[in-house]
């Protein structure tokens, strides 16, 4: 009898193959230049399903968010493209059946199909801030989207469209959020150290 291979392991072969690595249990990560890419298997409340979630993370704007607000790892660690692979794939989302003999290597070919090209796809701050912009991140309901609009549009060279991004938050921005905001007006505007400036 041919023993069935697993989720993780058919998923994670694909992955290894694109250069990532294991991080924690379902998840994988990759460096790639400036970007950082993360991969990880969601399982249902029912624990009868699993979908996929695709992370892409600018690594000059952690760093910027890390010079501006240090005190803050959780946005300086945020990834502001999230996305179901499911939707990529055809618009809507979708869960596979863990039941289903051949899930495993059906989520690893759409993996190898879809998540690894839409990955490749987004490695420029300009397509980064297209993808961002059509989504809607621009707005302030994402106010950590946003301020990653905000310094990809200031590592562009684009200071004063990244000012107005951080112009006028709404009264909910308040506490932690609102003193990040400031810290990258101030880090956007030249006013810290200027080694801190993105490359």
């Known amino acids: 009898m041919v023993r069935k291979i697993s989720f993780p392991k058919a998923v994670g072969a694909v992955l290894a193959d694109a250069g990532f690595a294991l991080s924690t249990r379902n998840e994988w990560?990759?460096?790639?230049?400036?970007?950082?890419?993360?991969?990880?298997?969601?399982?249902?409340?029912g624990f009868d399903q699993i979908t996929v979630n695709l992370?892409?993370?600018?690594?000059?704007?952690?760093?910027?968010?890390?010079?501006?607000?240090?005190?803050?790892?959780?946005?300086?660690?945020?990834?502001?493209?999230?996305?179901?692979?499911p939707t990529i794939m055809s618009g809507y989302d979708k869960w596979w059946i863990r039941s289903d003999p051949d899930g495993p290597a059906k989520v690893a070919e759409a993996v190898k199909t879809y998540a690894l090209p839409f990955f490749d796809g987004l490695h420029s701050p300009e397509a980064m801030l297209a993808y961002?912009?059509?989504?809607?991140?621009?707005?302030?309901?994402?106010?950590?989207?946003?301020?990653?609009?905000?310094?990809?549009?200031?590592?562009?060279?684009?200071?004063?469209?990244?000012?107005?991004?951080?112009?006028?938050?709404?009264?909910?921005?308040?506490?932690?959020?609102?003193?990040?905001?400031?810290a990258l007006r101030r880090y956007v505007a030249g006013d810290l150290d200027p080694g801190t400036k993105l490359p």
């Open 29 to 45: 990560v990759r460096s790639h230049g400036d970007y950082v890419d993360r991969v990880d298997l969601q399982i249902s409340r």
């Open 132 to 182: 961002l912009q059509v989504r809607g991140s621009i707005q302030w309901r994402n106010p950590t989207a946003r301020m990653n609009v905000a310094l990809i549009l200031h590592r562009l060279g684009r200071t004063s469209e990244a000012l107005s991004a951080l112009d006028d938050p709404p009264r909910r921005i308040e506490g932690r959020w609102l003193e990040t905001v400031e």
């Open 55 to 85: 992370h892409i993370l600018d690594d000059r704007v952690r760093s910027a968010i890390q010079s501006a607000h240090p005190t803050d790892p959780f946005l300086a660690s945020f990834s502001p493209i999230h996305v179901r692979l």
